[in-house]
């Protein structure tokens, strides 16, 4: 991006990979005048699997250094791999019985178990009712609003819009996260006790990158319930129609039976952290 007075016609730049220097030279097609482009940097991965940082420098604009270097640099996380395996997409759902907007999270979820049944798993996360986890409170100071949502713990988004406010935007995140590499494989299994009073739970991973410091990686548990039973607070009621501007003609399908609901009604909720 060009803040500048003067046009910018060509740059250069520089990637550094496992301590190796790449530099390229870019012309510009069009000049770029108080405006914008995307460009590509070629780059050579390397040879062996596993996570290297990656260094993106802006060296020179018009054949000359820059004389605004401090945000012409970039660092990212270059992932080698030889194989991948299928990645499960986790979503934690942040909602409370008390969030009047947070009927379009369960109807969200309602609906990424049916378009994604094996890659998609959903933990409702309360706060402020009921059914909260004491062990989430480290995490629910970190969320920024009702209903919120982080996705496999690196994007935090709308459960229901998704990064834009398309309706039952949360899907297009979902097909995009889903479509990532990735270098571990876990699984896990359980067993109920005879008298269903203790649960036995094997787990398994297995990565397909040299870990030279594996501590950075950590296995977190959750055991999730169904069925529990509680009034939820409703924006989407008719009756609320007068404050929210929403109508049966601008809903949604899968918004439609909360606007039939009252702005206060039972439900059941699953997969209750």
Same mark, same amino acid.
């Given at each position: 991006?060009?803040? *500048?007075?003067?046009?910018? @016609?060509?740059?250069?730049?520089?990637?550094?990979? =496992?301590?190796?220097? +790449?530099?390229?030279?870019?012309?510009?097609?069009?000049?770029?005048?108080? *405006?914008?482009?995307?460009?590509? +940097?070629?780059?050579?991965?390397?040879?062996?699997?596993?996570?290297?940082?990656?260094?993106?420098? @802006?060296?020179?604009?018009?054949?000359?250094?820059?004389?605004?270097?401090?945000?012409? %640099?970039?660092?990212?996380?270059?992932?080698?791999?030889?194989? /991948?395996?299928?990645?499960? @997409?986790?979503?934690?759902?942040?909602? *409370?019985?008390?969030?009047?907007?947070?009927?379009?999270?369960?109807?969200?979820?309602?609906?990424? %178990?049916? =378009?994604?049944?094996?890659?998609?798993?959903?933990?409702?996360?309360?706060? *402020?009712?009921?059914?909260?986890?004491?062990?989430?409170?480290?995490?629910?100071?970190?969320? &920024?609003?009702?209903?919120? &949502?982080?996705?496999?713990?690196?994007?935090?988004?709308?459960? #229901?819009?998704?990064?834009?406010?398309?309706?039952?935007? +949360?899907?297009?995140?979902?097909?995009?996260?889903?479509?990532?590499?990735?270098?571990?494989? +876990?699984?896990?299994?359980?067993?109920? /006790?005879? =008298?269903?009073?203790?649960?036995?739970?094997?787990? #398994?991973?297995?990565?397909?990158?040299?870990?030279?410091?594996?501590?950075?990686?950590?296995?977190?548990?959750?055991?999730?319930?169904?069925?529990?039973?509680?009034?939820?607070?409703?924006?989407?009621?008719?009756?609320?129609?007068? %404050?929210?501007?929403?109508?049966?003609?601008?809903?949604?399908?899968?918004?439609?039976?909360?606007?039939? /609901?009252?702005?206060?009604?039972?439900?059941?909720?699953?997969? @209750?952290?």
């Amino acid at each position: 991006t060009n803040y *500048g007075s003067y046009p910018v @016609v060509s740059f250069k730049t520089k990637v550094v990979i =496992d301590d190796k220097e +790449i530099i390229n030279e870019h012309q510009v097609d069009t000049t770029l005048n108080r *405006g914008t482009i995307e460009f590509s +940097i070629p780059t050579t991965t390397p040879a062996t699997h596993g996570r290297y940082l990656r260094d993106v420098q @802006v060296i020179e604009v018009n054949d000359a250094a820059d004389g605004y270097p401090s945000d012409n %640099q970039v660092e990212t996380q270059l992932l080698v791999l030889s194989e /991948s395996y299928p990645r499960k @997409v986790v979503m934690e759902e942040f909602t *409370g019985t008390w969030c009047g907007w947070c009927p379009r999270g369960m109807a969200a979820i309602n609906k990424l %178990q049916h =378009d994604f049944p094996e890659d998609f798993i959903a933990i409702a996360v309360h706060s *402020g009712d009921n059914f909260e986890a004491e062990t989430y409170a480290p995490v629910l100071g970190t969320v &920024a609003g009702y209903p919120y &949502a982080f996705i496999n713990r690196t994007i935090e988004a709308d459960p #229901y819009h998704g990064l834009s406010q398309e309706d039952y935007g +949360i899907k297009n995140l979902i097909e995009s996260v889903k479509a990532l590499p990735t270098e571990a494989q +876990i699984g896990v299994s359980s067993k109920l /006790s005879e =008298d269903q009073k203790e649960i036995q739970i094997t787990s #398994y991973s297995k990565f397909n990158v040299s870990m030279p410091d594996a501590s950075s990686y950590v296995i977190a548990y959750v055991l999730l319930e169904d069925k529990l039973m509680g009034m939820q607070t409703n924006y989407y009621s008719k009756s609320m129609s007068s %404050q929210t501007g929403f109508t049966e003609a601008n809903l949604p399908a899968e918004l439609l039976p909360y606007y039939n /609901s009252s702005s206060s009604f039972l439900a059941t909720y699953n997969d @209750v952290a």
